[in-house]
């Protein structure tokens, strides 16, 4: 089953700070974020770990609540180059990165 | 150069051909993967590869056939296209589990 995305869209100015979350019904083993820019394949962000640590890109990390099978995602002191569409992909299962994606959060960046 | 490539890039063809897109990749990753995204929504995985002759079935597998008879490729057959397969295509691949996927281009496939 696909994880919930809120918001769906967020409208930042640079500088500002969001807060992007993943939730999923079921038990999850790895929660993967990725960012896709319009017309451009998706480009790998993080990758988070039950049990493991919250890893970071740039300004941008994560978090992983396994008892509420839930990952947010901080984009903290935005900037231009934020903007795209932000995807979480899970696995419930230690095999094979078979990830399941949520439907995206748009995030644009203001200057 | 290395990578992960995809052709064609784009590709219209009409209901009923049969059509293969392929994806070749050069860092001899063992996984490999194939997804469709649809106007404005998420990435669906299609079938997936662990490792060569290695294949199974991802969440919308139906009216695909995928092969891997060598790690560096991974081709999707479309065996009688359908209006509703018009998409884009990515292929991806990754070292390990968990680990980072790489996506190639895409290819962009409408049937007319």
């Known amino acids: 089953q696909q994880p919930v995305q809120s918001p769906q869209a967020v409208i930042l100015r640079e500088g500002e700070d969001a807060v992007i979350n993943c939730s999923s019904s079921?038990?999850?083993?790895?929660v993967h974020w990725y960012r896709q820019k319009h017309g451009e394949a998706p480009v790998f962000l993080m990758i988070?770990?039950?049990?493991?640590e919250q890893k970071g890109h740039e300004k941008i990390s994560a978090s992983f609540n396994e008892k509420k099978q839930q990952s947010s995602l901080y984009l903290t002191a935005s900037q231009l180059s934020y903007s795209g569409t932000y995807f979480c992909?899970?696995?419930?299962?230690?095999?094979?990165?078979?990830?399941?994606f949520g439907g995206g959060t748009r995030v644009l960046v203001k200057p | 150069d290395a990578g992960i490539t995809q052709s064609p890039r784009y590709k219209i063809t009409e209901t009923g051909r049969q059509v293969t897109l392929m994806c070749h990749q050069t860092?001899?990753?063992?996984?490999m993967f194939w997804y469709r995204q649809d106007l404005g929504h998420g990435l669906r995985l299609i079938y997936y590869?662990?490792?060569?002759?290695?294949?199974d079935k991802g969440e919308v597998p139906d009216g695909y056939v995928v092969s891997r008879s060598k790690t560096e490729n991974f081709p999707l057959t479309l065996e009688s296209a359908t209006r509703s397969q018009t998409s884009v295509y990515f292929c991806?691949?990754?070292?390990?589990?968990?680990?980072?996927?790489?996506f190639g281009p895409g290819t962009r496939l409408t049937v007319l």
């Open positions: 991806a691949s990754s070292e390990s589990n968990p680990d980072t996927q790489y």
């Open positions: 079921k038990a999850l083993y790895s």
């Open positions: 988070l770990l039950k049990g493991g």
């Open positions: 992909g899970t696995d419930p299962k230690a095999a094979g990165n078979k990830l399941t």
């Open positions: 860092w001899s990753h063992s996984y």
């Open positions: 590869s662990a490792a060569a002759d290695i294949t």
